[in-house]
């Protein structure tokens, strides 16, 4: 199983960046995927996740009208588009998959796949 995060970057604020997640090993589609972030000296906290393709989605209220989740099932990747990003924003992004069916998209506990995170860095 592998989940590989990528477009990650330094962005000014008011900008946008769109992450990339890649997936292989495991059925992509059939259990929620998400994105999780994790600040410096913070907890890793729930961004967004959604079924594939989406129809149950999650956001956290911070990032309600600007970010944006996505997948192409054809190609086992998901995708978060940020628009107007806040310096709150800079973070580690992971991207995550459960392997069985939770409710609860934004429990972290209920994800089982993870991949490497992607720096996003907002200057102010």
């Known amino acids: 199983v592998q989940l590989q995060a990528s477009g990650g970057g330094l962005v000014q604020v008011g900008g946008s960046l769109r992450l990339s997640c890649t997936t292989s090993g495991f059925a992509f589609g059939d259990y929620a995927i998400g994105w999780f972030r994790q600040a410096p000296g913070k907890e890793r906290e729930a961004v967004s996740a959604?079924?594939?393709?989406?129809?149950?989605?999650y956001y956290r209220d911070s990032v309600k009208g600007r970010f944006t989740i996505s997948c192409d099932n054809a190609k086992n990747t998901m995708y978060l588009q940020m628009n107007s990003l806040k310096p709150e924003d800079t973070a580690v992004y992971y991207c995550?998959?459960?392997?069985?069916?939770?409710?609860?998209?934004?429990?972290?506990?209920?994800?089982?796949?993870w991949g490497q995170g992607t720096q996003v860095t907002v200057s102010s």
């Open positions: 959604t079924d594939c393709p989406p129809s149950n989605t």
């Open positions: 995550a998959s459960q392997n069985g069916y939770s409710g609860r998209y934004y429990y972290e506990n209920s994800y089982a796949y």
